[in-house]
């Protein structure tokens, strides 16, 4: 069974940062769209960002400019940079994989998604 494990969330201050990785199999790596999202309490899970098979990436625009998603091939590995950290950011952040290349204009719905992991906690206080 594919496997997705984030790690890197934190408690940290209004305008900090946090750098969350996600660990998977080189089968998922190198064959899917890998992304973001979140969820807060009471909210729907939102799609924050991605990257393709062919590095391309997309952002919401809730944190286009904030945060990075880039992925580091040799080691299997997505990350999500996330700078000036707002309350609001507050969530249990997900890293999630769909087989690519996808042809979506944005980051896609999370129901479109095949795998996820377990989460990671970012809390951020004012």
């Known amino acids: 069974q594919e496997q997705l494990v984030e790690s890197g969330g934190d408690s940290v201050q209004a305008g900090g940062s946090l750098r969350l990785s996600c660990v998977t199999s080189?089968?998922?790596?190198?064959?899917?769209?890998m992304g973001w999202y979140r969820q807060a309490p009471g909210t729907e899970r939102e799609g924050l960002a991605g990257i393709d098979i062919d590095g391309s990436t997309k952002y919401a625009d809730s944190v286009k400019g904030r945060f990075t998603v880039s992925k580091d091939n040799a080691k299997n590995t997505l990350f999500l940079q996330m700078n000036n950290l707002m309350p609001e950011d507050t969530a249990m952040y997900y890293c999630?994989?769909?087989?690519?290349?996808?042809?979506?204009?944005?980051?896609?719905?999370?129901?479109?998604?095949?795998?996820w992991g377990k989460g990671t906690l970012v809390t951020i206080s004012a």
């Open positions: 999630a994989a769909v087989p690519g290349p996808i042809q979506a204009p944005r980051v896609p719905s999370p129901h479109g998604m095949d795998y």
């Open positions: 080189e089968t998922i790596a190198s064959t899917c769209w």
